[in-house]
């Protein structure tokens, strides 16, 4: 039963966006509208895969997707080395958390944008300094998410396998961390979008001195005023969230039973 009710699920998101599509082309062609102010789904369709195989910029739309890939990894990877044990250790120090939480406060509360300009002047139009901004996007929720997660763990829980003559560590990585799996799992796809979201918004920003990545395309678009391109690339850059998020979504329920 449960399955059919997955398959009926899916095939109604299917029929709904099948819609919307339709909607949209109807719209475009009812009203005559101009190409250059909003294609329809089809040109845009045909955009996007004539991008497959001839290039703009570094390369075509793969080489494209696979810059902001690698990019993307960078950054929210090290906002997840440093945002897990971060988050671990402040829940369990207290002078650990007095002493980070008044700086960490200050940096959650700015935009990641707002750091792009100066990653770059750091870093120059690279891949490091899109990294940078995309670690701004995604530590704090991680952070937050692991050190959340521990403080709302049962003490008597932490206490027992203390008693028991655990270590801290042991503790910490054996105990507190598969109690607060789910949660820090939260934050971690909350860190995921958050982080793609800031690279695409630094891809632009930097212009077109990296001449890749799928926030380049989006700029393209819009200095040659080729609309199709700009609402593909956009199309595209939703579809790689959406796979994302399903990936981690995999991830969390195939370690769902490792808690305590």
Known sequence: MKTVIKSSDKFQHVLVLCGW????????????VSKDF?????????????????????????VHAQASSIRLLSGFG????LGIPLGLLMAYSRVLNWIVSPIFELFRYV???????????????????????????AFPPILINTFLGVKLIDQNLLN????LGARTWTVMTEVALPAAFPLIMTGVR???AGGWMALI????????????GLGYLILQGQMQLHADLTIGAMAFISVIGVALDFV?????????TWKV
């Open 160 to 163: 027992a396998a203390a008693s």
């Open 248 to 256: 981690l979504r995999r991830v969390e329920t195939h370690f769902a």
């Open 111 to 137: 935009p990641p944008i707002a750091w792009a300009p100066f990653a770059l002047f750091w870093f120059g139009a690279g891949n490091s300094a899109q990294a940078y901004v995309i670690f701004t996007s």
């Open 190 to 192: 909350i860190g995921l």
């Open 78 to 81: 090290a906002a997840l080395v």
């Open 38 to 62: 909003l294609p329809n789904p089809l040109e845009v369709a045909q955009r996007m895969i004539t991008l497959t195989y001839d290039p703009l910029g570094a390369g075509n739309l793969f």
């Open 201 to 212: 918004a630094a891809e632009i920003v930097a212009g077109t001195g990296t001449r890749d």
């Open 21 to 32: 599509f339709g909607g949209w082309w109807l719209l475009v062609e009812l009203l005559n």
